[in-house]
């Protein structure tokens, strides 16, 4: 079955950095775009970033644009986030879902303070 399994937060002061990465299982990686959304407290579900099946197009929320980069790794079924320069309002828990349907794993909990 498929199986994403996100990895990599932790607590971070503001302007630092942090790579979260996504194992892929139970499917053809290399075959499906995938995407990040985070969910910060009390607020719903915010899209992040796009990267389609190979890796050639990215795209990104404005809000975390220029500081943000995806890539992935489809040798290892594996998609990463690269956050820099991570702001308070970064804090959430960051999902790494599958193509149109959306299936995600349990999340990683990205928390920015001082």
């Known amino acids: 079955q498929v199986q994403l399994l996100e990895s990599g937060g932790g607590l971070v002061q503001p302007g630092g950095s942090l790579r979260l990465s996504c194992a892929a299982s139970g499917f053809f990686f290399s075959s499906y775009y995938m995407d990040w959304v985070r969910q910060a407290p009390g607020k719903g579900l915010e899209w992040v970033s796009r990267?389609?099946?190979?890796?050639?197009?990215?795209n990104y929320a404005d809000s975390v644009r220029g500081r943000f980069t995806v890539s992935r790794d489809n040798a290892k079924n594996t998609l990463y986030l690269q956050m820099n320069s991570l702001k308070s309002e970064d804090t959430a828990v960051y999902y790494c879902?599958?193509?149109?349907?959306?299936?995600r794993g349990q999340g990683t909990q990205v928390t920015v303070s001082s």
């Open positions: 879902t599958k193509g149109a349907d959306g299936t």
């Open positions: 990267i389609n099946s190979d890796g050639s197009k990215t």
